[in-house]
């Protein structure tokens, strides 16, 4: 804790006079006790900020289960629902495995980890229970965005494999790159970072964003389409999610969650930039807040009046992932930035998230909740964005300030932080590319990749899961009724297809 209590029993009793050592050594013991208690009381209140920003991150698991289910079509509900709680389950053990070790364990080399498996030798000097916690639920979102955009097509066995693998090697290495102290592009280093500053990315728009965006789009392209997606001459149909409410309800979530993922990223809270003011790290969070939330507002918006002009409607289904594309971009440089530059932020990943669309639509690529659009597109704006953007002076509180760091290219900083940006979407595209790209493709030779056409057309829930998500009871007859039948109709057989 800095700003400790110090006391030499020497020094205080040549002031007291002679004969006063006891009542010296009294004093400065009694001190040091005072000391310890405060010490222990900052410890406590920073491990309880972070598993409480976890425990926030964690929920966005629900959010992203409520968001997948509504953007599905109803016959597929279970299948995704399962496949966000795998998601979690599997990430789980396989991070703590083998994920945390490459992600924060000690290197040489600066490319990954190689200490703390299995959560051995911990916790250490530098990290606690609650940090594995926090970065677990960190890796498990970067799985979850993946699995939107295979949904619908995808065998229940290759959720489990990719999700195993990304967890546990495919994004702990780009973590370690970029988050640890010793990752050769992280900002962190104390020396000879890359282009002098080290690549900004502080709570994951490339590190988590991307990696699953572009995770799902490696995934999303082996497999193809959806059946019915596009027609024999190429017009796209769309193919839209069974309930906006659920939409709407797990974007909430998100956007509830989003608190913990990026003022949680400070880790700690009782770290005071000016002694003996009120103004510290406390208010770096409270700023961090407030850009992240100024962002998705802006997208959100822009998202809103773009659509309503190219297609002529009000979509909540189209301003929700505009909000979490805000979201998503802003939170690289969430700590770094002032609040008007966020706006700016939000109002650009809008414009790139509807690009982005609208070239997949060309491209015939199918994404039933744009997720790489959304979290791959954002997110590499998010990183462009914070090397024109990122403030000298936050960037120095949040990254400690040094000699010749550089900060954003319209603050005057110069290009150098640019360019670290640039190389770490250029390695992450690469790296997410050769090992999930190579994944997917040997899933799809060992027919491990896609369902049959026959269960497609059925719908995953009641090919492969047993049942339908939804059930009714009417109240006139008691009659057990599924979505799409009317009172009184007979059940439908395990052979039937779903009638919506």
């Not at 510290?280 to 959100?300: D, E, H, K, P």
């Not at 008691?478 to 009638?499: C, H, K, N, V």
């Amino acid at each position: 804790m800095s700003g400790a209590i110090t006391c030499s029993a020497a020094n205080l009793s040549a002031l007291l006079g002679p004969n006063s050592t006891a009542a010296a050594n009294y004093i400065c013991g009694q001190l040091g006790t005072v000391n310890n208690k405060f010490t222990d009381a900052a410890y406590a209140i920073d491990n309880t900020y972070l598993l409480f920003s976890a425990y926030l991150v964690f929920a966005m698991q629900l959010g992203f289960a409520m968001l997948c289910a509504g953007s599905v079509r109803a016959k597929n509900t279970m299948n995704i629902m399962l496949t966000n709680v795998l998601d979690a389950a599997a990430g789980g053990l396989s991070y703590y495995l083998f994920g945390y070790a490459f992600a924060f364990g000690e290197s040489s080399g600066g490319f990954i980890g190689a200490h703390n498996f299995g959560l051995n030798n911990f916790p250490t000097l530098t990290s606690d229970y609650s940090f594995f916690l926090y970065q677990w639920a960190f890796a498990i979102a970067a799985a979850g965005i993946t699995s939107g955009s295979i949904a619908e097509r995808t065998q229940f066995v290759a959720y489990l494999i990719y999700s195993s693998f990304l967890t546990g090697f495919v994004y702990p290495v780009v973590a370690h790159w970029f988050w640890s102290p010793d990752g050769w592009a992280s900002a962190f280093l104390s020396e000879n970072r890359l282009f002098g500053t080290g690549a900004i990315d502080f709570a994951g728009s490339g590190v988590v964003h991307m990696v699953g965006g572009i995770a799902g789009l490696w995934g999303a392209l082996i497999e193809g389409p959806r059946i019915g997606r596009f027609e024999d001459g190429g017009r796209a149909i769309a193919l839209r999610g069974h309930s906006a409410s659920l939409v709407v309800l797990g974007t909430f979530l998100l956007w509830f969650g989003w608190y913990g993922f990026n003022p949680g990223s400070f880790t700690k809270i009782l770290i005071p930039y000016e002694s003996g003011s009120n103004y510290g790290q406390w208010s770096g969070i409270g700023r961090t807040a407030v850009t992240t939330t100024l962002s998705g507002c802006t997208a959100a918006l822009t998202t809103l009046f773009g659509k309503r002009l190219l297609s002529g409607h009000w979509m909540v289904t189209d301003v929700c992932n505009g909000l979490l594309g805000g979201f998503a971009a802003i939170t690289a440089g969430c700590s770094v930035v002032e609040p008007w530059a966020a706006i700016v932020c939000g109002f650009i990943a809008s414009i790139v998230l509807i690009g982005c669309n609208k070239l997949a639509e060309l491209l015939k690529y199918d994404d039933p909740l744009e997720a790489a659009q959304l979290h791959g597109g954002c997110g590499a704006w998010g990183l462009i964005f914070v090397g024109l953007f990122a403030n000298e002076k936050y960037v120095n509180e949040v990254y400690g300030a040094s000699p010749g760091r550089h900060y954003g290219l319209f603050m005057g900083g110069g290009g150098k932080l640019l360019g670290a940006q640039l190389v770490q979407i250029v390695v992450i595209v690469g790296w997410v590319s050769a090992t999930m790209g190579t994944l997917f493709f040997i899933l799809k030779q060992l027919n491990l990749l896609r369902i049959s056409e026959k269960d497609e057309m059925r719908g995953m829930d009641i090919a492969r899961h047993g049942g339908f998500a939804y059930i009714y009871h009417d109240n006139d007859d008691e009659s057990i009724q599924f979505p799409g039948m009317t009172p009184g109709s007979p059940l439908p057989r395990r052979s039937d297809p779903p009638a919506f």
